[in-house]
Every structure is written in structure tokens, then in C-alpha cells.
């Protein structure tokens, strides 16, 4: 049998924590030596790192390998263990199909048995540590999911290459830097802010991500939904208890913007962006809402007609004076004493909120609880809906309230400094502007235009929250 003149050397490892890609390197170093020792010629080496051979996911490396075995171009392989190779036993029947049809027959590994893939019984081997090496994947992933199972129940952290953000390298102690970052963020998101400008502000005020890269609405929205930032330890999807570190934010705040999430995910609307007072107009003709509408250069507020809107299309404002006049109204109220006094009934019902909260997870956990009983037919179908038919309808209902309690959050640090937000008012992201506005006016009826281009402030009446 000839030398072969074309050798591959594959070389796999399935977690590379630390990005090094020493395990590998090792590998094919050792590949190298073999193929040394043998007189044999390396053409490529194909290298998959951080990539497991037994969850099935696509190894790029090894795929072109296989390609190129089948053209020809390679003519033997060296592995340094037959592992590396693969652990699911389909897949090495597909290797050895992929080797029988190109004529290969050099496949050596530098670590364990030395099998003869020409021979049956060097097949039989090959197959044999193959089913071993499955069955070895499949015992440790076991192993695996019970050790994280008991470290959730303990309320330690897990693993992973990066600190979660607000948290040092250990992923217990609090980075007080970063937890004020996160505080900020939660409070801004509850004043109406949107997941997007949040990212924007990160981005350019110089806040680092901890993986070095741009921050993104995805990374945003982890971070507001997650758990850990109450001190709670999640697992799986759900959280399975009190963690070990301390809290950044309070449990009902985290309930408050999960119940905002929810709520702007359900109702499908976005914070405006370009204009101030989408939804907060309403047309003195037919009493309808008034939409955004560009023309040109030219913002408006419409009010439409047709089967989407039901208006009676006869009436339209410009933005920009209406936008103006609003504004001035909202900052001069909030130095009010009559919106102070509003604020002091809102103030009592938010004592609510907390033992709402309480009763909204207790809700969450009791439909989790059903959807168990039923995966394990300990219920009926019919007995599963009818009990989850009331627990919806007051998770529903707390959830409103909720989110009705966190609009006041719009308000924070600006009742009584009306006159001080004027003077940074164009500094706020227009999210904010549109949530301090809908705070404190409930909506403004615009009465039909005189004759003449000027803008008529008589034609808004303005009708505040109470």
C-alpha cells in the first residue's frame, strides 16, 4: 500500500472557555509528530474549536474535510483520537460510507486503539469505540444537568465564558459602577423610555459592554428581564429561587417592567419617534384619534377616514405649534399645586402595587404549577383550561394595574422642577418627552380651523390627568 501524499489532520475540542485554543493546538501537534513518523505528507489541517461532536451542531471544519475526501483531493486522515471524531454513531458511519467511497484507506489516531478501517474487525472496533464514546457524551451530559440543577438550587452562579454586567469576575459581588448603570436603566425604561433608545444612550455616553462589542436592544432586554439584577437565581427559563448575591433592583420593579414588557409587546405599539403627541390628540369634529402624517416637509396630525380608522377625515393640525403648546402647558403644570394634589391620590394607590406584585407571581407560579399537572396527565385538558381561565383573567388584571402604577415613574425627579426641565427639555430623548406628557395630560381636543393659515392656539383644549 503507497504512501499517502494528501494527509488531513482533524483536530476538535468541545468548550474552549478561554478562547485559547491550547486543547486543539495540542492535538494537532501530536498529529503532526504522527504523520512525521510515518514519512507522510500534511496537505491541511481542519480544525473545529469550541464545537461539541455529540449535540449535533454543524462543524464547518470537518464538513470541508468530508468534502474534500470525496473529491479526492485528500487521501488519509489523522485524528488524534477517535472521539475527536465524532461521538454519535450515525455520524461515523457517515465518515466511514464518505472514506469506503473515496478509496481511503489511511485513517489512524494518535490516542487509543489503532484500528484498521480496511479490515471487519478493525470496523467492529472503530464502531464499537464509537458507541462508547456516545454513551460516555450522553452519561456526562446527565452528570452535567444535575450539577446545574444543584448549583441553581443553591443559588450559585453558573458557569460561562463572560461576567454577567454589574457584576465582577466571581459573577456574585456587585460592580457598583455598573449596578448604577443598570438602576438608571430600569428607571428610565419605567418612565417610558424604549429598549432602543436605552441602547442608543449606553452606546453614546462610553458604556462598555463586558464582551467588548456595541450595546444592542437584545442586550438591553436581557438585562431588564433578567432575574439576577433582583437577586434572584433563574434556571432554565424560570426562576428556581433567592440567589447569593445581593439585589441591584427591587423584586417589584423587576414584576413592573416585566408587566411593561409584556404590555407594549402585547399591544404591538412602539414609543414614537418622531412625533411628540402620537395618540394624545383627538379630532373636535368626530372625536376620533388623530394620526401622524408627513407631507413633504410638512408634519401633521390627521384625523382619518376610511375602515382602518373610522375618522371623518375633515380635520388636521401641523405638528410643530401644537407640539410647542402642549409642551409649555405640561412643564408649567408640573409646578402646580393641582398637579401636586393629583399625584398625592396616585401616591396612596401605589401602596397597592407591592402586595399586587405579590399576587401576580403567585399567579405566575400557580400556572406553571397547571401547566405541569397537565405535561404529567395528572389533570384533563377541560380541567387545565378551566382552572387557567380565572388565574389569566387576574394575572390580566394585575398586570394593568401595575403598569397603570408605573406611569407615575414618568414623573420622577421633575414635579416641581418644571421650569429646570424647560431648560433641557430638547436634551431628552423624544421617548422620555412622550412619557412626561402622557404622564400629566390625559389627551387635547383640537377644534376645527378658522380661515387662515395662522395657528390658533384656542383650537386645543387641553384635558389633564386625574
Not at 464547518?60 to 486522515?77: I, K, T
Not at 433578567?226 to 433592583?249: F, T
Not at 383550561?385 to 394585575?398: F, G, K, M, N
Not at 414618568?410 to 422642577?417: D, F, M, P, W
Amino acid at each position: 500500500m503507497s504512501k499517502p501524499s494528501a494527509v488531513a489532520i482533524y483536530a476538535r475540542i468541545s468548550s474552549d472557555q478561554d478562547g485559547t485554543a491550547l486543547g486543539v493546538a495540542r492535538q494537532v501537534e501530536d498529529c503532526r509528530t504522527l504523520a512525521a513518523r510515518e514519512g507522510w505528507q500534511v496537505a491541511e489541517e481542519y480544525v473545529d474549536n469550541d464545537i461539541s461532536a455529540f449535540s449535533g451542531k454543524r462543524r464547518p471544519s470537518y464538513e470541508r474535510m468530508l468534502a474534500d475526501l470525496r473529491d479526492g483531493s485528500r487521501d488519509a486522515v489523522i485524528v488524534y483520537h477517535a472521539d475527536r471524531l465524532t461521538r454519535r454513531p450515525i455520524e461515523l458511519e457517515q465518515f466511514l460510507d464518505v472514506v469506503s467511497a473515496a478509496g481511503v484507506r489511511h485513517v489512524r489516531f494518535v490516542s487509543g486503539a489503532d484500528v484498521n478501517i480496511g479490515s471487519g474487525d478493525g470496523l467492529m472496533v472503530l464502531r464499537i469505540m464509537g458507541a462508547v464514546a456516545a454513551a460516555e457524551s450522553a452519561s456526562k451530559g446527565r452528570r452535567v444537568k444535575r450539577k446545574l440543577d444543584e448549583i441553581a438550587a443553591a443559588g450559585m452562579p453558573h458557569g460561562g465564558r463572560y461576567r454577567p454586567f454589574g457584576f465582577e469576575d466571581d459573577k456574585i459581588t456587585v460592580c457598583a459602577d455598573e449596578a448604577g448603570v443598570i438602576r438608571a436603566m430600569v428607571a428610565r425604561f419605567l418612565a417610558g423610555e424604549s429598549v432602543r433608545s436605552l441602547a442608543t444612550w449606553l452606546e453614546s455616553t462610553g458604556v462598555p459592554t463586558v464582551s467588548g462589542k456595541p450595546w444592542r436592544t437584545t442586550t438591553v432586554r436581557l438585562i431588564l428581564q433578567s432575574g439576577r439584577i433582583a437577586g434572584l437565581r433563574e434556571h432554565r427559563g424560570q426562576v428556581v429561587g433567592p440567589a447569593v448575591w445581593d439585589a441591584i433592583i427591587t423584586e417589584a420593579d423587576r414584576s413592573r417592567v416585566l408587566a411593561l414588557i409584556e404590555q407594549r409587546q402585547r399591544s404591538g405599539r412602539r414609543t414614537p419617534r418622531t412625533y411628540l403627541l402620537s395618540g394624545l390628540l383627538r379630532c373636535g369634529k368626530c372625536e376620533g384619534t388623530l394620526y401622524s402624517s408627513r407631507r413633504e416637509n410638512s408634519r401633521r396630525y390627521v384625523c382619518m377616514a376610511g375602515p382602518d380608522h373610522a375618522g371623518c377625515g375633515r380635520l388636521t393640525i401641523v405638528a410643530e405649534p401644537v407640539e410647542e403648546l402642549v409642551t409649555a402647558a405640561v412643564l408649567y403644570r408640573l409646578d402646580s399645586d393641582e398637579l401636586a394634589a393629583v399625584l398625592e391620590g396616585h401616591a396612596a394607590r401605589d401602596e397597592q402595587t407591592s402586595a399586587t406584585v405579590q399576587a401576580l407571581e403567585a399567579d405566575r407560579a400557580q400556572l406553571e404549577e397547571l401547566a405541569q399537572m397537565f405535561a404529567a396527565r395528572e389533570i384533563t385538558r377541560v380541567e387545565w383550561l378551566t382552572a387557567r381561565e380565572a388565574i389569566d383573567a387576574r394575572v390580566s388584571e394585575a398586570e394593568r394595574s401595575i403598569a397603570r402604577a408605573g406611569r407615575n415613574d414618568a414623573l420622577a425627579g421633575v414635579v416641581g422642577n418644571g421650569a429646570a426641565l424647560a431648560r433641557g427639555w430638547t436634551e431628552l430623548s423624544l421617548s422620555r418627552q412622550h412619557a412626561i406628557v402622557r404622564a400629566v395630560l390625559d389627551h387635547a381636543v383640537i377644534a376645527p380651523a378658522a380661515r387662515g393659515p395662522v395657528f390658533d392656539p384656542q383650537r386645543v383644549d387641553l384635558v389633564w390627568k386625574r
